[in-house]
């Protein structure tokens, strides 16, 4: 491990006893993610699940899975401020006492990718009013956001048309009591539809301004 994480670390105030634990931890994952050719710096969800699935199979004791997520996380966290990754989405990991994910079933990314093009794609006699068709385009625009930059409703929420910045493929969140502000990139098939639904629209200074964020996204799942 290296001396400036050791450094950061002991800023926050962990022990030389925790610090040698984590170093520890994060040692066998990096191993893990050598084998299966994952880039550490640009791991996903769905490979981070893999993971924990691996450590099940070995049967390893839950508590000790806990321990190693802890450990990640905190090693990202590291990453995050030091700017190499632009998140931590090791913070989405939630396990549960009993050894249950919270969320035990989740999609592959590929998955994900069918979800968002079926979407997009519906066709015209889904829709019977002028008013559903429009706000498709909206309801695009949302998924694509939970779909590639893994965003909460409470995110979305707060987005400004003024933290798109379609020139850079780039889209700022601010920070919120369960993460810190960070700048995503795009994917580019979300720069089309967002640049139509900016012109077409004209929403400001929210990019969705309504009052029930989780009861749109409720309603874009279902």
């Avoid at 989740?106 to 002028?130: A, D, G, I, K, R």
Wanted: glycine share 4%.
């Amino acid at each position: 491990m290296n001396n400036n994480f050791d450094t950061w670390r002991r800023k926050y105030g962990y022990s030389e006893k925790s610090i040698k634990g984590h170093n520890h931890h994060i040692k066998l994952f990096k191993s893990w993610c050598s084998n299966q050719n994952i880039n550490l710096e640009s791991i996903n969800y769905s490979q981070l699940l893999q993971f924990i699935d691996s450590e099940r199979e070995r049967s390893i004791l839950n508590q000790s899975i806990i321990n190693k997520i802890n450990a990640i996380r905190i090693y990202f966290d590291y990453l995050q401020e030091s700017g190499i990754v632009g998140q931590n989405i090791v913070r989405r990991i939630r396990i549960r006492q009993s050894g249950k994910k919270v969320l035990p079933e989740t999609l592959t990314s590929q998955q994900l990718e069918n979800v968002y093009q079926n979407f997009v794609n519906l066709p015209e006699w889904e829709y019977y009013h002028q008013r559903e068709k429009e706000l498709h385009k909206r309801n695009v625009i949302v998924l694509g956001f939970l779909v590639y930059q893994g965003l909460t409703s409470g995110d979305i929420a707060k987005l400004e048309v003024s933290h798109i910045n379609l020139m850079e493929g780039k889209i700022y969140i601010p920070s919120s009591r369960k993460s810190s502000a960070r700048t995503l990139k795009l994917q580019a098939n979300q720069i089309l539809p967002i640049q139509t639904y900016l012109e077409e629209f004209t929403p400001k200074p929210y990019l969705f301004p309504i009052k029930k964020h989780t009861g749109m996204i409720t309603g874009i799942i279902r």
